[in-house]
């Protein structure tokens, strides 16, 4: 089991440009979800999807952040126009199982976005 | 406001002895609660989890304790080890049929065990 695959593991770019992360989730789980890390904030969920359906996207900041699940083993969180703001760790993790509500989730090792 | 809160940012240990690592939480409708190990460039890694239903559970060196009545849980890891250094991160849900089982993270406390 290779895990929860994120891609890239560091991004930097500047204001105004569009970036777009990945995930490649554990096969066979059936919930995906985006954290983002900052110091002030901590781990916070930005979105979450069932068997592919955006269910909860509360959290995501505003408007320039978008996430698509367009089938089982992809995921892409997009930010467009990117601000320097925006500048975190970005996690991806899975979930999946019979009981899968009390299943813990299986965390990527995060993209670091810098936005100059 | 914070859900789930870890009060101390850091704790420091010497190797053999305990790490008692806590968390507090303000909704009462959790009931589930995980604890995650955190290394620096990777992500959190799941250690342990305890349901509401009971007040102790244990694996190994690691064992968590919840007190519903107070909204405190802790993490005991006994002996403490220098490879238990890392960021630990107290979460919770609704688990059962509610909100999904979405995760809410404390902001961590990071152990270092000195040998």
């Known amino acids: 089991d290779a895990g929860v695959i994120q891609s890239p593991r560091h991004e930097v770019t500047e204001m105004g440009q569009e970036v777009t992360l990945r995930c490649k989730p554990i096969s066979g789980h059936n919930s995906l979800f985006w954290y983002r890390q900052t110091m002030m904030r901590g781990l916070e969920l930005l979105i979450y999807f069932n068997n592919n359906v955006p269910i909860d996207d509360s959290g995501m900041p505003e408007d320039r952040f978008s996430a698509k699940m367009p089938n089982a083993s992809f995921s892409t969180l997009k930010i467009q126009p990117s601000e320097p703001r925006d500048s975190a760790v970005y996690f991806c993790?899975?979930?999946?199982?019979?009981?899968?509500?009390?299943?813990?989730?299986?965390f990527g090792n995060g993209t670091r976005l810098t936005v100059t | 406001d914070q859900q789930v809160k870890q009060n101390s940012p850091s704790l420091s240990v010497q190797e053999g002895r305990i790490s008692i690592l806590n968390c507090d939480y303000t909704n009462s409708m959790f009931d589930y609660f995980l604890w995650y190990k955190k290394y620096p460039a990777e992500g959190p890694t799941f250690l342990i989890s305890?349901?509401?239903?009971?007040d102790k559970n244990e694996d190994g060196r690691f064992t968590v304790f919840l007190n519903k009545s107070a909204k405190h849980l802790s993490l005991h890891i006994v002996p403490s080890q220098p490879g238990d250094s890392a960021v630990y991160f107290c979460?919770?849900?609704?688990?059962?049929?509610?909100?999904?089982?979405?995760?809410?993270f404390g902001k961590g406390t990071k152990l270092s065990v000195k040998p």
């Open positions: 979460a919770a849900s609704e688990g059962y049929g509610g909100s999904q089982g979405n995760l809410i």
């Open positions: 305890i349901s509401s239903i009971k």
């Open positions: 993790a899975s979930r999946g199982g019979r009981s899968s509500y009390n299943s813990p989730l299986h």
